[in-house]
């Protein structure tokens, strides 16, 4: 016979959810790890800025790195942000909206079917489906930084 369990249980999330732990978000983001997403911010209802870019390094409790997003590189600290909101796309593709106030950026795998339609009469190719394509694509740089033996394994700090 099983004895109910004592204390708060876990959280559980299903397609979607709203995280405020840093370890769940980390756990959450983890995927996004040496892939390349879009991502958008947003400041109020405004886009202030968009790209895609590769997430070089996800931190936690490091406040002296600073959270950034560049076409060559992305890193996500996330004692930059308040919390985490993810939601499942129609296509099962997830959408991770991180936010920080009236702050909020948005991130999506790269290859998602919504990113790949190019804008009307824009004549814009779609983006690589896989890594062969993606290996032939000149619009895309990837990179693996390599580390010295003695560095450690600060890129996941969880």
């Known amino acids: 016979m099983t004895e109910p369990m004592t204390g708060p249980r876990a959280k559980l999330y299903i397609n979607t959810g709203v995280v405020t732990d840093r370890s769940d978000i980390y756990n959450i983001l983890r995927p996004l790890l040496k892939q390349t997403v879009s991502y958008t911010y947003h400041r109020g209802n405004q886009v202030t800025s968009q790209g895609t870019g590769w997430v070089e390094r996800i931190v936690v409790d490091h406040p002296e790195i600073a959270s950034y997003f560049t076409p060559l590189a992305i890193c996500l600290n996330l004692d930059s942000f308040d919390y985490?909101?993810?939601?499942?796309?129609?296509?099962q593709l997830l959408v991770y909206t991180l936010?920080?106030?009236?702050?909020r950026v948005v991130l999506e795998?790269?290859?998602s079917p919504r990113l790949a339609e190019p804008d009307e009469g824009a004549g814009a190719r779609p983006l690589?489906?896989?890594a062969d394509e993606?290996?032939?694509?000149?619009r895309f740089i990837q990179m693996e930084l390599l580390m010295s033996p003695d560095a450690g394994d600060e890129d996941e700090d969880a």
Not at 99 to 103: A, K, L, T
């Open 84 to 91: 985490l909101q993810f939601d499942t796309t129609d296509q």
């Open 109 to 111: 795998f790269a290859g």
């Open 128 to 130: 690589p489906r896989n």
């Open 134 to 138: 993606l290996a032939r694509d000149l």
């Open 99 to 103: 936010v920080i106030g009236e702050e």
